[in-house]
């Protein structure tokens, strides 16, 4: 395990800047941690952009501490108009604005001296933006997650080095991106994460049981799925309520829990290999994208922005077409 790692390690270009307090309104402690880690690696690089350009703003955090901090315009583009209204509200400067934009049905105008953001633009909005803004010859930025949200059942290569070593993953490999690698969860503690996990498979059982055996993940149907934190009894109750099934009796649940015990472990062990893919699938998209630039004339460099413990999703694309790239740093 530590082998793969090792072979997927990328150099860190850790640097954080102090955020201003009016940027830091409704921010979350992580997301501060992430703005401060991206600004203080990108401050030199975005030096040479007029304008920026966040691609999937969200509610506009980076977008408003990017323009302050890089003293610059800024246009925040995202999907849902419900963030884009709050980014609007948050927007006291003049300097930066917001629109409603869908990256997959609208185009949008780029110039060569816009820098393009994006913070965790997920799956496909990611290759986009690269495209985009290699046809308009702009910087880029991208710091990539969730590679698995494509709309088609398979990612293909964007370079032509993708291309030609067949790197078309389906949708279900480039899920394992998002399989931690902390020793810490990220929303809990991995013991309680472990307890869930073996909740549930309980909760698979007793529903086979039943008669309608589902498919891993299927129980959680119509149950917010925190619900397994609390046990079987709790989950079941609410599962077996919302499938209009009758309540289960201790003896059945107890039933459960010891054949949830016996085979979880087992499961657990069975799918270690899949966690050695995580960082692997990440890095493959990320060089992808970053060929991609490469292929199209820029120079590139790919860093870890920020701890995993900020954000497991943290590698950075950094480019720049060349020759003008030749000073980007
Ligand atoms: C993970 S969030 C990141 C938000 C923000 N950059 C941040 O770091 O806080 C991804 C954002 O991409 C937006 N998004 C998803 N699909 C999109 C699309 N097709 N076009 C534009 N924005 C999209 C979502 O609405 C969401 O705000």
New binding site residues.
Partial sequence: MQRVHDAVGVPSLEHHVPLERADTKRVKAR?RA?LSALLGAASSFARHASRIV??????G??TRAASRAWDKDALG????AS?VSVAKDLALDHRVDFRR?????EDVALEASDLVL?????G??GD?LVKRAAEAKARVLLVS??PQ?VRAEFREPLSRAGQNEELRLPRLVLGLANLSQLEQGVESSLLDTMRSRQTRHGMRILLQHRGFPVRAGEEMRGVNRRRAYKGLPTLAEAVLAFRQLPPASSAELADCERQALAEYGMMRRLSLPRAMFARLVEVAVVLDRATFLQESGYLVEVSTVFDATVSPRNLGIFAAPSPVGKAWR
């Fill in positions: 997301k992430q966040d691609v999937g703003a969200g509610q955090h980076l583009l995202d999907r849902e963030f934009w869908d990256a997959f049905h994006g913070l965790h633009a997920c496909e909005v986009v997650c969730c949200k």
